[in-house]
């Protein structure tokens, strides 16, 4: 490649050549040679492509670390294992270029990847990173509570929230005082599944009882986050309810959200097959609700031969779009609602029978705010 005629070629004139490709192309490219690396790396090149091209990936977060398992995981650990639906193989993204353990990804938006890693003083950070472009950024320090109970929320104009029971944290990369703002919550029970859809927070809480189950969705517009002169949440939650909804709330087994196309809401759960304490399912059901017109619909239901996997063990649902995806205790493999179609998927990193978590990554040369 030294005596190759592409050397002599003005920086502006490869950044032409390579903005023709898919990003697919462009991250197979940059290991064919330090040139072509240092030049798909460079910042210039960066700004010129990052609004043209990315994927649609399914990224898994790694299980939790136990001390006695430490070692088994720490692999997962240091790199991010994302699926590519399109072309039906796993892909790994190296996190070594972060100077902080254990960073743990929980959440993503615009290519831009939320983890909790541990800092020097051994307290947990929220930080941003493009695993593509190998850049980052610690956000203001937080307490490791947080890490623990909070659940982090991404929107599509990069604004971060910080969920609990009982307060939220809100920051974004475009105020003034780079800082996190805390609002009080009146939630009526741990929030579940939280999502953000079209300027609004929405989350499933549990308002039953000991022995039973109710649950309900609730919204809060995000700029009631913002409303600096109450300083607080009171009464900024809204219980979502209609009469025409009937029992649907009834019929789901510990339901989950996922934010689907559009002003549109997935909610997943068992199908009851009878209203027993300790109640079977006789499916796992996929609903929908349009937030325009606030109706559910049926989106589908898991095939019979896949549900048997899935019947007896606890599990994990990710996603987002018209993409979600399955994880059972010692199922081995993830299942997959695409575009209406069921699938498995194989080659789960690991030993494929850990309860994996995940969210929706949109790969792309993105760079940090």
């Not at 005082?177 to 300027?199: A, D, E, M, Y």
């Not at 219980?239 to 649907?248: F, N, V």
């Not at 789901?252 to 559009?262: E, F, N, S, T, V």
Request: glycine content about 4%; some cysteine.
């Amino acid at each position: 490649m030294e005596d190759s005629p592409i050397n002599r070629l003005p920086e502006d004139t490869l950044h032409q050549i390579f903005s023709s490709l898919s990003l697919r192309q462009i991250m197979i490219c940059r290991s064919v040679c330090k040139l072509f690396n240092r030049t798909l790396t460079s910042s210039s090149f960066i700004h010129l492509i990052s609004a043209r091209s990315h994927l649609h990936l399914l990224a898994l977060r790694p299980p939790h670390l136990h001390h006695h398992h430490h070692s088994r995981h720490a692999s997962l650990h240091s790199c991010i294992h994302v699926y590519d639906p399109d072309q039906n193989q796993w892909l790994r993204f190296s996190l070594d270029f972060l100077p902080f353990q254990s960073p743990h990804p929980v959440a993503s938006s615009l290519g831009l990847v939320y983890l909790w890693a541990d800092s020097p003083d051994s307290n947990k950070s929220l930080i941003v990173c493009n695993p593509l472009t190998r850049q980052y950024r610690v956000l203001p320090q937080l307490g490791s509570a947080w890490s623990r109970h909070g659940s982090v929320l991404v929107d599509s104009r990069n604004r971060v929230m910080v969920l609990t029971e009982l307060a939220a944290l809100y920051f974004s990369f475009s105020q003034k005082t780079q800082q996190w703002l805390k609002f009080s919550s009146n939630l009526p029970s741990k929030p579940r599944s939280p999502i953000v859809i079209s300027n609004s927070v929405f989350a499933l809480c549990d308002v039953g009882s000991p022995w039973r189950s109710k649950w309900k969705l609730f919204s809060c517009a995000v700029k009631n986050l913002l409303n600096l002169n109450l300083n607080v949440m009171n009464n900024n939650w809204e219980c979502l309810e209609r009469h025409e909804w009937g029992d649907i709330f009834d019929i789901m087994k510990r339901p989950r959200l996922i934010p689907g196309d559009g002003n549109k809401i997935l909610m997943i759960g068992g199908l009851k097959s009878n209203y027993s304490f300790n109640q079977s399912c006789s499916t796992i059901l996929i609903l929908r609700l349009d937030l325009e017109t606030m109706e559910w619909e049926e989106a589908t239901r898991m095939p019979e031969a896949m549900h048997r996997w899935f019947q007896d063990s606890k599990f994990k649902v990710f996603g987002g779009g018209n993409r979600v995806c399955f994880s059972g205790k010692k199922v081995g493999r993830l299942a997959l609602w695409d575009c209406c179609k069921w699938r498995w998927i194989d080659g789960v990193p690991g030993n494929g029978d850990e309860l994996f978590r995940g969210f929706t990554f949109e790969a792309r040369l993105t760079a940090i705010p």
